[in-house]
Nanobody, 118 residues
Framework: QVQLVESGGGLVQAGGSLRLSCAASQSIVHVNAMGWYRQAPGKQRELVAHITSGGITNYADSVKGRFTISGDNVKNTVALQMNSLKPEDTAVYYC????????????WGQGTQVTVSS
């Protein structure tokens, strides 16, 4: 059973930085897209950042210019560098690895808590 293992969450003051990492427990073939999502209390899960195997990235408007996604679809690793964090970034962050031919499929991480204090 493939698992995505996340690390790097924690508590940080506003304006600070955190780096989230995600790695697959074993090789996943046919992955051509990876992303980070987040879910705050009482809200729906939302896309934060996404990267394709070709290196194309896209970001939620709320994080553009502050967050940077990087990944290696061969090694099945993805990271999210988060700078200038704001209290509204507080959420559980999840990584996902999948194939764009089946965007509803793929694998999810267990989630890591990010808390930004004001």
């Amino acid at each position: 059973q493939v698992q995505l293992v996340e690390s790097g969450g924690g508590l940080v003051q506003a304006g600070g930085s955190l780096r989230l990492s995600c790695a697959a427990s074993q090789s996943i073939v046919h992955v051509n897209a990876m992303g980070w999502y987040r879910q705050a209390p009482g809200k729906q899960r939302e896309l934060v950042a996404h990267i394709t195997s070709g290196g194309i990235t896209n970001y939620a408007d709320s994080v553009k210019g502050r967050f940077t996604i990087s990944g290696d679809n061969v090694k099945n690793t993805v990271a999210l560098q988060m700078n200038s964090l704001k209290p509204e970034d507080t959420a559980v962050y999840y990584c996902k690895m999948y194939n764009t031919f089946n965007p509803q499929g793929g694998f999810w991480g267990q989630g890591t808590q990010v808390t930004v204090s004001s």
